[in-house]
């Protein structure tokens, strides 16, 4: 199962169900498309799904794709899947700023996440090996690497808030 999700920001992410639409694949969709106004007709459609439910899904799916909201992607991460991460964009008024796609590169970089700059190149990245590949993070460095993240982007010079 490919269970797709976008999160619960008010902005639709129809970018990206439009490239689930024209996935061509036997696999079953999932889609959790909350404010999105693309219903994929490859897919099963839920608008929302209760934190538990959300979660249940992703530990069930063979493939998690996901906008690039923190906290949906380290919730794949800590249940061993490596996220598709395909960013909310500001120009596209997807999202408040390109958070997403900063976060999603660096994560990219580091090999934590499979980064999908453009909802586009989502086909390929389902077809490559590695979204099949059960992911399990050393702990303590994705911490740091994360906490070195937040604390630049929030203008900390590293110091530790404690």
């Given at each position: 199962m490919i269970f797709v999700t976008v999160g619960t920001d008010r902005a639709p992410f129809d970018r990206l169900l439009q490239a689930v639409e024209q996935?061509?694949?036997?696999?079953?969709?999932?889609?959790?498309?909350?404010?999105?106004?693309?219903?994929?007709?490859?897919?099963?459609?839920?608008?929302?799904?209760p934190f538990d439910e959300w979660v249940d899904h992703i530990r069930r799916a063979d493939t998690v794709v996901t906008h690039g909201g923190v906290g949906s992607i380290m919730v794949a991460l800590m249940n061993g899947k490596r996220p598709i991460v395909v960013p909310r964009l500001h120009r596209f008024r997807e999202a408040v700023d390109d958070h997403q796609?900063?976060?999603?590169?660096?994560?990219?970089?580091?090999?934590?996440?499979?980064?999908v700059e453009d909802p586009a190149g989502l086909a390929a990245a389902l077809g490559t090996a590695e979204t099949?590949?059960?992911?399990m993070a050393p702990p303590d460095p994705l911490a740091n690497d994360l906490r070195s993240y937040i604390d630049s982007l929030i203008g900390r010079n590293g110091g530790s808030p404690h």
């Amino acid at each position: 199962m490919i269970f797709v999700t976008v999160g619960t920001d008010r902005a639709p992410f129809d970018r990206l169900l439009q490239a689930v639409e024209q996935l061509d694949t036997e696999d079953e969709i999932v889609v959790q498309h909350g404010a999105s106004t693309v219903r994929p007709a490859n897919a099963t459609c839920v608008d929302f799904l209760p934190f538990d439910e959300w979660v249940d899904h992703i530990r069930r799916a063979d493939t998690v794709v996901t906008h690039g909201g923190v906290g949906s992607i380290m919730v794949a991460l800590m249940n061993g899947k490596r996220p598709i991460v395909v960013p909310r964009l500001h120009r596209f008024r997807e999202a408040v700023d390109d958070h997403q796609q900063e976060f999603g590169r660096r994560f990219g970089a580091d090999g934590h996440v499979i980064y999908v700059e453009d909802p586009a190149g989502l086909a390929a990245a389902l077809g490559t090996a590695e979204t099949a590949v059960t992911y399990m993070a050393p702990p303590d460095p994705l911490a740091n690497d994360l906490r070195s993240y937040i604390d630049s982007l929030i203008g900390r010079n590293g110091g530790s808030p404690h």
